[in-house]
Nanobody, 125 residues
Framework: QVQLVESGGGLVQAGGSLRLSCAASGRSFSRDAMGWFRQADGNERELVAAIGWSGVTFYADSVKGRFSISRDNAKNTMYLQMNSLKPDDTAVYYC???????????????????WGQGTQVTVSS
């Protein structure tokens, strides 16, 4: 069955870096739009970054210039490189995907059909 599995979360000091990975299985994800969402305690799940099947990207204003999303279709894997981390980045990070022929990935959470189980990122001050 279709499965998304995140890895790479952990505890890091402010200013540090982490690289999250999302391994997809069950079928090819080369025609999927994929995204990274995060949910902090008491907050709604929000889109952090997304990448379309062709490589077009979107970033939330809060992470622009610090985070970078990428994908390796040959490996069915998506990445999120997070630099200059801040305590406000602390959250559970989820990867998600949906089949899309559109160039631009959706910013709407409900458009994403498949979800991983999440990985915790904690940034200490």
């Amino acid at each position: 069955q279709v499965q998304l599995v995140e890895s790479g979360g952990g505890l890091v000091q402010a200013g540090g870096s982490l690289r999250l990975s999302c391994a997809a299985s069950g079928r090819s994800f080369s025609r999927d739009a994929m995204g990274w969402f995060r949910q902090a305690d008491g907050n709604e799940r929000e889109l952090v970054a997304a990448i379309g099947w062709s490589g077009v990207t979107f970033y939330a204003d809060s992470v622009k210039g610090r985070f970078s999303i990428s994908r390796d279709n040959a490996k069915n894997t998506m990445y999120l490189q997070m630099n200059s981390l801040k305590p406000d980045d602390t959250a559970v990070y989820y990867c998600a995907s949906y089949v899309s022929w559109a160039t631009m990935p959706s910013r709407v959470r409900d458009d994403y059909e498949y979800w991983g189980q999440g990985t915790q990122v904690t940034v200490s001050s």
